[in-house]
C-alpha cells in the first residue's frame, strides 16, 4: 500500500511512463489536431484535456494546431491547419451510448477521415445497446488507420471481441497534470457526487457535518473572462494557436474551480472518477462509491487503487463511516 507522500509521486511518475510507452510512438513529427474539447463545466473533462496538453507540450514542446468541440468543427478549417497529420481525439468515459453527441462525432470522424490517422486518447467504453455498439464497429472495421487507448480492463476486452483496430491499456491522461497543490482544508468531509446520468445513488439527504454537492455549477462569466486573458496572452507572445489557447485557458479556469472545491475539505467522498484522481493528485483522503456502471472500480483496478489514499466503499453509509474516522487522524501531505 502506498502511504508516503514520496510513493504517492511514484505512483503518479509510473502512470506517466505507462502512457509514455504506449502513446509516444504515434506522436508526429509535425503538426497535429486533438479534437472535442469539453466545452461544459464538468471539472473532469477539463482536467483531461489539460493533462492531453501537456503530455504533448513536454513531448513535442508544442501543442495542437486545431481544436475544436464537437459543434464547432470545421473541415476546412482542419485542412488548412493541420493538412496531413494526425487527428487526436479527447479522451474521457463518453465512447458509447450514453453521451451520444460526443460519440456521434467520433463516428462522424472515423467514417470521414479514412484517409487520416486517428487516435482516441484514453476512453471508458458503456454501451447500453448492442445496435450501437455494432454500428460503431463496422465504422471502426472500414478505417484502415484507427488506435484506440481504454481506461480499464472491460473496455479494453470489449474492444478486443468487436473492434478491428491497434488496442491498448492505459492510463487517464489527467495523469499528465503531475501532483497538485491545494489550499488548507476549512470544513472536515465533502461528499461529492454526480447528479447527472452516470449516478448510481439517489440524492442524499442533508447530513450534519457533511457538504453535499457536485462540480458542475459554474460561473460562466469567470469561464469567459479566463478566455479572453488566454487569447491575449496568447497573442502576445504568438507560441499559441489562439483557438487552442482560448479553450484550455478555460479548462485552466474549470480545474482551478475543482481544486479549490476538493482542498476546501479535509477528507471526501465521491462517486466521480475524475474527483478521485485529482484527489490523488492532491494527496486528499478520499472514498470511492461506483458509478452507474463501474467506471471507478474498473479504473482504479487497472491503475489507482493501490494507495492508502483512497478508499474502495460499498455503501454511501460505508464511506461516511471511513470518512469520519479519518478527521481525527487525518494529515494532509505536504505540497510540493
Known amino acids: 500500500m502506498l502511504s508516503s507522500d514520496a510513493e504517492r509521486h ?23 489536431a486533438l479534437l472535442d474539447f469539453p466545452e461544459h463545466s464538468n471539472v473532469g473533462d477539463s482536467a483531461i ?5 501537456e503530455y504533448f507540450s513536454q513531448k513535442l514542446g508544442r501543442r ?13 478549417d482542419l485542412e488548412k491547419s493541420v493538412p496531413d497529420g494526425p487527428i487526436f481525439i479527447h479522451g474521457g468515459g463518453n465512447f458509447g451510448d450514453i453521451w451520444e453527441h460526443h460519440h456521434k462525432f467520433r463516428e462522424y470522424l ?59 491499456l492505459t ?10 497543490k491545494g489550499q488548507p482544508a476549512s ?28 462540480w458542475i455549477d459554474e460561473n460562466i462569466n469567470d469561464v469567459r473572462l479566463a478566455k479572453v486573458i488566454g487569447i491575449g496572452k496568447a497573442a502576445v507572445t504568438g507560441r499559441f494557436n489562439l483557438n487552442e489557447a482560448k479553450l484550455t485557458a478555460g479548462a485552466n479556469q474549470r480545474l482551478r474551480r475543482g481544486v479549490r472545491q476538493l482542498s476546501s475539505a479535509s477528507v471526501i467522498i465521491t462517486d466521480r472518477l475524475h474527483c478521485h484522481i485529482i484527489a490523488l493528485l ?55
Not at 294 to 302: C, L, S
Request: a negative charge; proline letters at 3%.
Open 282 to 336: 492532491l494527496g486528499k483522503q478520499h472514498a470511492v462509491l461506483d458509478n452507474n456502471y463501474g467506471k471507478i472500480g474498473r479504473f482504479m483496478d487497472a491503475f489507482s487503487g493501490r494507495t492508502s489514499l483512497s478508499y474502495s466503499a460499498r455503501t454511501f453509509d460505508d464511506a461516511l463511516e471511513w470518512a469520519r474516522s479519518r478527521i481525527g487522524s487525518n494529515k494532509e501531505f505536504v505540497r510540493d
Open 171 to 180: 492510463p487517464d491522461l489527467a495523469f499528465y497534470l503531475g501532483p497538485l
Open 187 to 214: 470544513s472536515d468531509i465533502l461528499a461529492l457526487m454526480r447528479t447527472d446520468s452516470e449516478a448510481a445513488f439517489a440524492t442524499i439527504d442533508r447530513i450534519n457535518g457533511v457538504r453535499i454537492e457536485d
Open 10 to 32: 511514484a505512483l503518479i511518475q509510473d502512470l506517466q511512463l505507462q502512457i509514455d510507452r504506449n502513446i509516444d510512438s504515434h506522436l508526429p513529427d509535425g503538426r497535429f
Open 64 to 76: 495542437p494546431s486545431y481544436t475544436c468541440t464537437y459543434n464547432t468543427f470545421s473541415i476546412d
Open 49 to 53: 484535456w489539460l493533462g492531453e496538453i
Open 110 to 168: 472515423i467514417a470521414t477521415f479514412k484517409h487520416r490517422k486517428l487516435i482516441q486518447l484514453p476512453q471508458s467504453i458503456q454501451f447500453w445497446s448492442d445496435k450501437r455498439l455494432d454500428e460503431t464497429a463496422r465504422l471502426i472495421d472500414a478505417h484502415p488507420d484507427f488506435t484506440l487507448f481504454v481506461r480499464d480492463q472491460a473496455s479494453l476486452d470489449l474492444a478486443n471481441l468487436k473492434f478491428n483496430c491497434s488496442t491498448s
